[in-house]
């Protein structure tokens, strides 16, 4: 229900239920945190691009899931959301390597916001991004009443959220929702190309600066400059940084370990 597949640096992990839309049941959570897990560990995993087989990215939950916490007499929707979507969420957001989100199609409910969870987004321009939860009564989860409202302010994200406006791809890159929205097939390998290029970089600075960027939206400018301020000097502390500044001296391209 999930490829893992291993590149020079980097990993592409591939949602895996195409004839679903890759929408989650608890093998496919429990898989993608298993893949994420041994990404983890692997020293030389410097990037993560996460995507989809098939026509679709992800449909978010599997509605057709026979779970009685799902589905049944009395569902505990918080509990699904507590044991597998929240800690996905938390889980991208704190891992210490870029994650890259290749939206290569319709991306639904949870499966949107999954997407937003990732720290940079790339979408096919066929692709979709759709809030459904209001046409099954629910309220947009997996953080989406956070990055609507973050990204785009209270007016668009209570429009997608209670109509289900499917928001194509380029509408999404231009309202900042995402990073860019790209030709169906050049997806891949502009994903990939980013995923090589942070495999090479300075890897410490990257986790830094998700951190940096996480902590903002809470913050005053007073208490960001302190973030910064212990944050970067930890920046200072690494190999990485003394290497950068060599390099540019020397005018040679840098040799960045991940530390
Ligand atoms: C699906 C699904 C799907 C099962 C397509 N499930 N089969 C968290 C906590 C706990 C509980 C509840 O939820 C959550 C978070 C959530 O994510 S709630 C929101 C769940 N997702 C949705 O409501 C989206 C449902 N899907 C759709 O609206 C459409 O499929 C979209 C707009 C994504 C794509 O439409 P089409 O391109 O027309 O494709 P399709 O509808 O024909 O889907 C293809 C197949 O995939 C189809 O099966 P079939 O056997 O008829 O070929 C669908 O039934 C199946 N599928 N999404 N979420």
Same mark, same amino acid.
């Given at each position: 229900? /999930?490829?893992h597949?291993?590149?020079?640096g980097?990993?592409?992990?591939?949602?895996?239920?195409?004839e679903?839309?890759?929408?989650?049941?608890?093998? !496919?959570?429990?898989?993608?945190? *298993?893949a994420?897990?041994?990404c983890?560990? @692997?020293?030389?995993?410097?990037?993560? /691009?996460?995507t989809?087989?098939?026509?679709?990215?992800?449909?978010? !939950?599997?509605?057709?899931?026979?779970?009685p916490?799902?589905?049944?007499?009395?569902?505990?929707?918080?509990?699904?959301?507590?044991?597998?979507?929240?800690?996905l969420?938390?889980?991208?957001?704190?891992?210490?390597?870029?994650?890259?989100?290749?939206?290569?199609?319709?991306? *639904?409910?949870?499966?949107?916001?999954?997407?937003?969870?990732?720290?940079?987004?790339? #979408?096919?321009?066929? #692709?979709?991004?759709?809030?459904?939860?209001?046409?099954?009564?629910?309220?947009p989860?997996?953080?989406?009443?956070?990055?609507?409202t973050k990204?785009?302010?209270?007016a668009?994200?209570?429009?997608?959220?209670?109509?289900?406006?499917?928001?194509?791809?380029?509408?999404?890159?231009?309202?900042?929702?995402?990073?860019?929205?790209?030709?169906? @097939?050049?997806?891949?390998?502009?994903a990939?190309?980013?995923a090589?290029?942070?495999?090479?970089?300075?890897?410490?600075?990257?986790?830094?600066?998700? !951190?940096?960027?996480?902590?903002?939206?809470?913050?005053?400018?007073?208490?960001?400059?302190? /973030?910064?301020?212990?944050?970067?000097?930890?920046?200072?502390?690494?190999?990485?940084?003394?290497?950068?500044?060599?390099?540019?001296? !020397?005018?040679?391209?840098?040799?960045?370990?991940?530390?």
């Open positions: 229900v /999930v490829i597949e291993r590149r020079d980097y990993s592409i992990i591939t949602l895996n239920r195409p679903r839309l890759n929408a989650f049941n608890e093998a !496919q959570h429990l898989a993608l945190r *298993a994420i897990d041994s983890e560990a @692997d020293q030389d995993c410097g990037a993560i /691009v996460l989809g087989a098939g026509r679709g990215f992800c449909a978010g !939950q599997d509605l057709a899931d026979r779970d916490t799902i589905l049944g007499d009395s569902p505990d929707l918080g509990m699904t959301l507590e044991t597998y979507y929240n800690p969420v938390r889980r991208l957001r704190g891992l210490q390597m870029p994650v890259i989100c290749a939206v290569n199609g319709v991306a *639904a409910g949870a499966g949107a916001n999954i997407a937003f969870a990732c720290d940079i987004v790339l #979408a096919a321009k066929s #692709a979709k991004f759709i809030q459904a939860f209001s046409k099954i009564g629910l309220i989860d997996a953080g989406g009443t956070y990055w609507l990204h785009l302010g209270e668009r994200a209570k429009a997608l959220a209670m109509t289900a406006h499917p928001l194509p791809a380029e509408d999404a890159a231009s309202w900042g929702l995402i990073w860019k929205a790209v030709d169906d @097939d050049a997806l891949m390998a502009e990939t190309a980013l090589e290029s942070f495999a090479n970089g300075p890897t410490r600075a990257f986790a830094l600066t998700k !951190q940096a960027i996480h902590a903002a939206s809470g913050n005053s400018l007073e208490e960001q400059l302190e /973030v910064e301020r212990a944050l970067q000097r930890e920046a200072g502390w690494s190999d990485d940084y003394k290497e950068g500044v060599a390099a540019f001296l !020397q005018k040679r391209p840098a040799n960045y370990r991940g530390r």
